[in-house]
């Protein structure tokens, strides 16, 4: 029975009537990778809210923290997402080139001052959203903290890129990050004692998207298959295509789709506060008594345990769709 729900040949067909933002973000793509790309835009939407939370049927409070890992075969085309990410996140890496410019100087001037001189203090409102894979701990903290409450961004080609988290050295610790990023009123941090050290206890929120193959994913995740990080994420997929198809096309992204693109942006960027989307509420029910049902039909604790957090995935989505839409 569980081969049946999990080991089914082909996805579930991608809806014929989109939401209009979803419409516009896989309009440049082919067929084949639209509900790829429908499904990875979310963490990079989702980094724009700010101070903004949502209420679940359980009446628990989340801020649009979503992860994404689109599992394919080697040479599907899983770039597919790196364009309409890269227009979502293009008013936030603009303002990081600023700050990142502001901390490269600051670092430059602690370097010509000697030991026994002055120094200036770090500089205040360095807000980074978007970090690398390639990070210590005291950098991840750092960047949090610096946020002031923002959605971090993390965007790896290869879901293996991850374990470059694991800057305390301890095992595993990328697993911790990954549970950590989606969980609401997170409390994270490191304590150290030296002067120079960062010590500080900060909520860990990080969206972020990832690639890898199925023989790849297997393998990352298998030593917490049970645990809590396949549970907080949201897998997609591009079927493959049949030996010797036609290439496919990709349409351009002009300054037309960037001005469709920048409504949308603009009120997940205004938002505030709690957020109430009545029909989102109606949709999570709806599917709480849909797996509900399925999972007592099949008997199967995996799916029981899975339909959970991906009804609160589902969710969140669906609440960041209603902000965009004003």
Not at 184 to 201: D, L
Not at 203 to 225: D, G, S
Request: glycine share 6%.
């Amino acid at each position: 029975r569980e081969d049946f729900y999990f080991n089914a040949p082909q996805p579930p067909e991608l809806c014929k009537h989109l939401p209009k933002l979803i419409k516009l973000l896989t309009s440049k793509v082919p067929g084949p990778y639209k509900a790829a790309v429908a499904s990875s835009v979310f963490p990079s939407l989702g980094a724009h809210l700010y101070q903004t939370t949502f209420k679940y049927t359980d009446n628990v409070e989340h801020e649009a923290t979503l992860m994404d890992c689109l599992v394919a075969e080697s040479g599907t085309g899983k770039g597919c997402i790196d364009k309409p990410i890269d227009h979502i996140m293009a008013d936030i890496r603009e303002r990081d080139a600023i700050n990142e410019k502001r901390e490269a100087e600051w670092k430059e001037e602690m370097n010509t001052k000697g030991a026994n001189k002055d120094k200036s203090k770090r500089p205040e409102g360095l807000i980074i959203q978007e970090i690398h894979g390639d990070m210590t701990n005291a950098a991840l903290v750092t960047r949090t903290a610096e946020a002031e409450g923002h959605i971090l961004f993390l965007k790896v080609n290869e879901i293996q890129m991850f374990d470059a988290l694991k800057g305390n050295g301890k095992a595993g610790h990328q697993y911790l990050v990954m549970c950590l990023s989606f969980d609401p009123n997170n409390r994270y941090g490191q304590t150290r004692i030296g002067t120079q050290s960062v010590t500080k206890t900060v909520c860990l929120r990080m969206n972020w998207n990832a690639c890898t193959t199925p023989k790849k994913v297997k393998k990352y995740f298998k030593p917490v298959c049970t645990d809590g990080p396949v549970q907080r994420i949201s897998f997609s997929t591009i079927p493959q295509r049949e030996i010797g198809a036609d290439q496919l096309v990709f349409g351009d992204y002009d300054a037309m789709f960037d001005a469709e693109l920048k409504p949308y942006i603009l009120n997940l960027c205004a938002s505030r506060g709690l957020i109430d989307c009545p029909q989102a509420t109606k949709l999570a029910k709806k599917l709480q008594k849909e797996c509900q049902e399925l999972a007592v039909l099949s008997q199967s604790r995996v799916f029981d345990d899975l339909s959970h957090r991906a009804c609160v995935i589902a969710w969140l989505k669906a609440c960041v769709l209603y902000v965009a839409n004003g």
